[in-house]
């Protein structure tokens, strides 16, 4: 049986590709390994409007995903990250209904969405963590070029 660790969302940041900025979200588990994941526009202000929840008067489509889910009756139990194919993580969502739980396979972005909105939790194999996933402390690192030029530009700066 896969391992899983339980994961949050740790914030959003933007990342420079070959086809211009991309957003990508961060989702850290409690030893301070962040997994980032690229996901569109749209998924990302979506995402972060239901952590901040907010709710727009006319739903989006993850807003009306979840009317849909409450109104048949089906609870959102989980979120899982549970492998990676061809460079692409492979997410599901657990929905408990009147015929038990039933596993859908979906996008990371649209499983992150939806279990946002739902209060449930959300997971990652431990495997795609060990993976895939960055150390907090090495993302959050400024390269050291960068933070001796900015000494060097100070001391110059201090001259003048």
Do not use: C, W
Request: hydrophobic share 40%; proline share 4%.
């Amino acid at each position: 049986m896969e391992e899983f660790v339980k994961v949050q969302i740790s914030g959003f940041a933007q990342v420079n590709t070959p086809y211009g900025p991309t957003p990508v979200l961060l989702l850290e588990d409690d030893v301070e390994r962040i997994l980032v994941i690229v996901i569109g526009e749209a998924e990302a202000s979506s995402i972060a409007a239901a952590v901040r929840g907010f709710q727009s008067p006319v739903p989006n489509t993850h807003d009306f995903m979840m009317r849909v889910l409450d109104g048949v009756n089906v609870r959102v139990k989980k979120g899982e990250i549970y492998n990676i194919q061809s460079n692409r993580f492979l997410a599901r969502i657990t929905v408990e209904s009147s015929v038990g739980d039933v596993k859908v396979d979906g996008r990371p972005s649209d499983i992150i969405a939806l279990t946002v909105r739902a209060g449930a939790d959300m997971y990652v194999t431990e495997d795609i963590m060990k993976k895939a996933s960055i150390e907090k402390s090495v993302l959050l690192k400024e390269p050291e070029e960068s933070a001796h030029k900015d000494t060097k530009d100070e001391d110059e700066e201090e001259k003048h």
